[in-house]
């Protein structure tokens, strides 16, 4: 099964090898499924898009018509989005806001942010106290809290950031205190708008249903206990993208179906999810070009033009990033042209580390030097967390492409 999109396909092939690598955007394919996703939510659920995931323009713009807004997670990305998608809305949230940040997101007006500490509550408070003057909006707040949840519910999770030892939000008494502040109307220049959660990442619909259940059940209590109301409750993104099977995608239809179960079970706050790479991996791909196949101690290798100072995914995540070969029949140089002879081989890039490998074991009878491949799945957490700069190789082009047009940057 092809991972291509048409538009894709045609694309790699017509690039000209001084065009690559190049970073290749489906801009309908993105639209479609964020449309498909938006449409499996229940009304009842918002939707924001964490911006970390893929910061590009075009895709931050691409995505307002099926958001509720974005969520941020410092200065710059705050600084970006906002003059990405103008005034909708957003969420500051992360760890470690610093004083000038949360003066700006303030200056920028943004309208939640996710407070990660007592510290940091108090340093809004203070920051609010300052800005009264310019604004008459008191800042919405949500306290970002680690809920104890069930052993087995962060099992299968790529990424923890709860449940465990973490430098991410608040536990049950630390929250419960900064609660208890709004409560005895003690920060009268903010307003409470409920509760944050984001535990895991990588969790499959059925893990991630579980987990928010667990979330929710314990934001009511502690809400409860502290005597406050919740008028919203975000329980976070992280939906899982498979990278050893990328052709199945995150059961998105159940998991609509369970969170609008669970807005029936725990009535009262607006739900809301942040999912990031979940809306973008699969609009993403990366282009290259082989430069030269070799063979070591029994395996054969395929060096490409790029590498994972280009797209970091397979390096930062241990896993090898789904891969599909455009035979190119012309061969411009007098030399025999380099050859697989097995059936398998690993792509690796031009870096000099041997950590810089996009795939292993790929299956490619046949592959020559000069042939293309593609990357899939290379939408989100791909050229934007990348090591730009080890080496100084020139950086990838971008095309993003609709429907009989490609518009080119980079």
């Known amino acids: 099964m092809s991972l291509l999109t048409g538009a894709v396909r045609d694309a790699a092939r017509a690039l000209s090898p001084g065009e690559l690598p190049c970073y290749l955007y489906d801009m309908d394919a993105l639209e479609q499924h964020a449309a498909a996703v938006r449409a499996a939510l229940p009304p009842s659920v918002e939707l924001y898009y964490a911006a970390k995931a893929n910061p590009e323009r075009e895709v931050l713009r691409a995505l307002v018509p099926y958001t509720d807004g974005f969520e941020v997670s410092s200065g710059g990305e705050l600084a970006h ?46 920051l609010v106290g300052r800005h009264r003057e310019r604004s008459a909006n008191r800042p919405k707040v949500l306290i970002r809290f680690d809920p104890p949840v069930k052993a087995d519910a962060l099992a ?47 969790l499959d619909a059925e893990a991630q249903l579980a987990l928010a259940e667990q979330v929710v059940a314990e934001a009511h209590a502690l809400a409860a206990r502290c ?28 998991f609509g179906a369970g969170m609008a179960r669970l807005a029936e079970r725990f009535p009262g706050p607006a739900l809301r999810i942040e ?8 609009c993403g791909w990366y282009a290259t070009q082989v430069l030269d196949v070799k063979r070591s101690h029994g395996e054969e290798f395929a060096v490409v033009r790029g590498g994972t100072h280009h797209l970091r995914t397979p390096a930062a995540k241990g896993h ?23 059936d398998r081989v690993s792509f690796t890039g ?8 996009l795939a292993r074991g790929v299956p490619a009878p046949g592959l020559r030097a000069g042939d293309r491949v593609v990357f899939a799945l290379a939408g989100a957490y791909a050229w934007n967390i990348s090591h730009h700069d080890f080496l100084m190789h020139p950086p990838p082009a971008v095309r993003f492409l609709r429907a009989g047009t490609a518009d080119a940057s980079g």
């Open 81 to 126: 989005v906002r003059g990405a998608v103008g005034s909708r809305p957003l969420a500051f949230g992360g760890p470690g806001k610093t004083p000038e940040e949360i003066a700006a997101a303030l200056d920028a007006g943004v309208e939640r942010f996710h407070v990660e500490s007592l510290h940091e509550l108090r340093l809004l408070a203070r």
């Open 156 to 202: 299968d999770s790529v990424l923890a950031m709860g449940g465990r030892p973490t430098p991410f939000g608040m536990g049950p008494a630390e929250a419960a205190e900064a609660l208890g502040r709004f409560a005895r109307g003690e920060l009268p220049d903010l307003e409470l708008a409920g509760l944050h959660a984001h535990m895991a990442s990588g």
């Open 227 to 254: 005597g406050v109301a919740l008028r919203e409750l975000t329980v976070g993104g992280g939906m899982a993208v498979d990278y050893t099977r990328p052709e199945e995608c995150f059961g998105w239809a159940s």
């Open 275 to 282: 999912p990031g790479r979940a809306l973008t991996a699969y």
């Open 320 to 342: 090898d990033q789904p891969a599909e070969v455009l035979p190119v029949a012309d061969w411009e140089h007098p030399p025999p042209r380099p050859e697989v002879r097995g």
């Open 350 to 357: 031009q870096l000099c580390t041997p950590k810089d490998v």
